[in-house]
């Protein structure tokens, strides 16, 4: 069997970043379909909030059906406990590390660190600000297209959020 670390994020935060991500100029720049440059405007545009929802919902389906070759890490454990998540990840790997080791990893790799060197590509590091984001046509769109998901993973028990 093999052994592919997949880091998964509740959808409502993934499409949120995506929002985020591309209305920022350097995505723009770079990536000329993009031409929305308002987190509002974009999130007004209910087709184009739709179909992310849906494309995450598809990517998570085939995670779904593929899931037993998967070592899965949630963003979310990342954030409340990275030390242990790393911990996980080198037993799961047969790596004996120090507990210097998992602190130089978790030192090299947090937020404030790896947003210097990629500040255009990390905005908050978080969970959950989709909340300050989704409006209630948001969150009946996101139940239809990927409740489901949502409760699948685990980060909802029902549809009643």
């Known amino acids: 069997m093999y052994l592919i670390?997949?880091?998964?994020?509740?959808?409502?935060d993934a499409i949120n970043s995506l929002i985020h991500y591309t209305t920022?100029?350097?995505?723009?720049?770079?990536?000329?379909?993009?031409?929305?440059?308002?987190?509002?405007?974009?999130?007004a545009?209910?087709?184009?909030?739709?179909?992310?929802?849906?494309?995450?919902?598809?990517?998570?389906?085939?995670?779904?059906?593929?899931?037993?070759?998967f070592q899965v890490v949630k963003f979310e454990e990342l954030i409340d406990n990275k030390s242990k998540v790393v911990k996980e990840l080198a037993d799961c790997l047969g790596l004996d590390m120090k507990k210097e080791d998992i602190e130089d990893i978790v030192y090299k790799t947090g937020f404030k660190k790896m947003a210097k060197k990629a500040s255009n590509h990390l905005r908050?590091?978080?969970?959950?600000?989709?909340?300050?984001?989704?409006?209630?046509?948001?969150?009946?769109?996101?139940?239809?297209?990927?409740?489901?998901?949502?409760i699948l993973l685990g980060y909802e028990k029902n549809y009643d959020w």
């Not at 670390?5 to 409502?12: A, C, K, Q, S």
């Not at 908050?124 to 949502?150: Q, R, S, V």
């Open 5 to 12: 670390e997949y880091i998964l994020r509740d959808g409502r």
């Open 24 to 43: 920022t100029p350097v995505v723009r720049k770079r990536i000329p379909k993009y031409k929305i440059d308002s987190v509002e405007t974009l999130y």
């Open 45 to 69: 545009m209910m087709d184009i909030f739709k179909k992310y929802v849906s494309d995450w919902a598809n990517h998570i389906n085939s995670y779904l059906k593929n899931k037993e070759k």
């Open 124 to 150: 908050k590091g978080k969970k959950g600000d989709w909340d300050n984001y989704f409006t209630d046509e948001h969150k009946k769109n996101f139940k239809e297209i990927a409740g489901e998901e949502l």
